[in-house]
């Protein structure tokens, strides 16, 4: 499973979970400086990157990532809402030294952090690259969406999440890290550590049948060497159910953490 689906997820995401999103760019645009250079780590399909450069129109927006298909699909998504010329792409990879960013007075970093080899050096980076004063925004998962209640299939798909988990975490990604302590340990002042539960309840937009359809496929498609044959068939059904389900809720938490240096 490429980019696309993950490019496709991405998306969907921004469009079910936009609330959330709204509320924290706006706390971020509260305390950014006027006309701020906002860089987003790990920028993916863009998400970050056009909700950033909407909601803080006096700002420009560098997203930054490892693949070159991501900011493709960047470029084309800020070029059609006609925010092209307020975000430039650079390609690099992040466990390198950074690329000079320019003076940068806001990192957004969602999702992302938990990718690099080393928190720690990530944190220090983010710390060198940012003006005196400036924010430095992570925001990282706490539970994956789950959307499934009240039947068997609720079960499988917590057997996915469960297996998934132990993937992730044998793979080497920093899911649960402490963001807030590498902060301090940083030099980063200012700590403010807010979480996000999100529970949204039927009726809800189509889009969340496409949403869990592109969540679930990539997660069963991550355990394919893992899962016994019938688990998989099992988790397969569920997926191809979702497309006449109206029951479908969407569960999930977020941190979000905000440091100045
Ligand atoms: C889960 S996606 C999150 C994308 C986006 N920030 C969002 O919130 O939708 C993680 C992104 O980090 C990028 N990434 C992972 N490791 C990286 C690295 N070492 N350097 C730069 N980007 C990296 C991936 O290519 C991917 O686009």
Redo the contacts with the bound molecule.
Sequence with gaps: MGHDH?IEL?DL??EVLHEYFRDVIGWVGREAAERPHVV?????????SLALARELPDSTITA????PE?LAHLRGRADAAGLGDRIRTVE?????PWPDLGPVEVIW????MH???DPATAVASAFGALRPGGLLVI?ELDSFPHFLTGTADEEMERLGHAEAAKRRHEAGLHMHENWGERMRQAGFTSVTERHFDIDLRPPLPAATIRYAQASLSRMRHGLEERLSARDLAALEQVVAGLATRADLSVRTGRTVWLARR
Excluded: N
């Excluded at 987003?40 to 970050?48: C, E, N, R, V, Y």
């Design positions: 993950l991405l995401d921004a987003d780590l790990g920028a993916g399909s863009g998400t970050g930054v990532d490892l693949s991501m690099a990879d992040l466990d390198q970093a969602a999702a992302s990718h690099m080899a925001a």
